[in-house]
């Protein structure tokens, strides 16, 4: 009889019951907080980086204009309405000579090469053909999209 109620109770044993997967969907409520952080932070990007490009709209313009330059005199004068764009008048109107291009160099990714500095002061009352402006060009354009603004001095460059 041992031998029947061995036999009898393996016939009552089951396969071990193993659940269900847990589901991806829907995602625990700590997922959809990070969603919405990230959500916030694309926008708060989006916008900043929209904002950072309509600003720089005059960058492109000026850009633009850099490559239909045909002498210094007309690059020159761009590189000033350039400056004005974001510094006051009275600050850059008074600039001539030596002191326009230590502003410029102040302000700006690098320093004027001998040849540049020759080309904004002395070059702008002579005319130069299209092809020498090469290096006032290069450097031009290196400015116009790397200059750093002027330090505000509370007064707005629009009103003055």
Not at 61 to 81: F, H, K, V, W
Not at 115 to 136: F, N
Not at 140 to 160: D, K, L, Q, V, Y
């Given at each position: 009889m041992?031998?029947?109620?061995?036999?009898?109770?393996?016939?009552?044993?089951?396969?071990?019951?193993?659940?269900?997967?847990?589901?991806?969907?829907?995602?625990?409520?700590?997922?959809?907080?990070?969603?919405?952080?990230?959500?916030?932070?694309?926008?708060?990007?989006?916008?900043?980086?929209?904002?950072?490009?309509?600003?720089?709209?005059?960058?492109?313009?000026?850009?633009?204009?850099?490559?239909?330059?045909?002498?210094?005199?007309?690059?020159?004068?761009?590189?000033?309405?350039?400056?004005?764009?974001?510094?006051?008048?009275?600050?850059?109107?008074?600039?001539?000579?030596?002191?326009?291009?230590?502003?410029?160099?102040?302000?700006g990714?690098?320093?004027?090469?001998?040849?540049?500095?020759?080309?904004?002061?002395?070059?702008?009352?002579?005319?130069?053909?299209?092809?020498?402006?090469?290096?006032?060009?290069?450097w031009?354009?290196?400015?116009?999209?790397?200059?750093?603004?002027?330090?505000?001095?509370?007064?707005?460059?629009?009103?003055?």
């Open positions: 041992p031998e029947q109620d061995a036999a009898a109770s393996l016939d009552r044993l089951h396969d071990i019951v193993i659940p269900d997967p847990v589901p991806w969907w829907p995602p625990a409520p700590g997922w959809y907080g990070l969603a919405a952080l990230v959500l916030v932070l694309g926008i708060v990007l989006a916008f900043r980086g929209w904002r950072r490009w309509k600003a720089n709209a005059y960058r492109r313009q000026a850009l633009g204009e850099l490559e239909r330059a045909e002498d210094s005199a007309t690059i020159a004068a761009l590189l000033r309405r350039v400056a004005l764009n974001e510094t006051s008048r009275g600050e850059i109107a008074t600039l001539s000579g030596d002191a326009w291009l230590q502003w410029l160099a102040e302000h990714p690098t320093r004027p090469t001998a040849t540049v500095r020759e080309q904004l002061t002395a070059g702008i009352y002579r005319q130069t053909p299209a092809s020498d402006l090469t290096a006032l060009r290069t031009a354009a290196s400015w116009i999209r790397f200059h750093r603004p002027a330090r505000s001095t509370g007064e707005n460059p629009t009103t003055a």
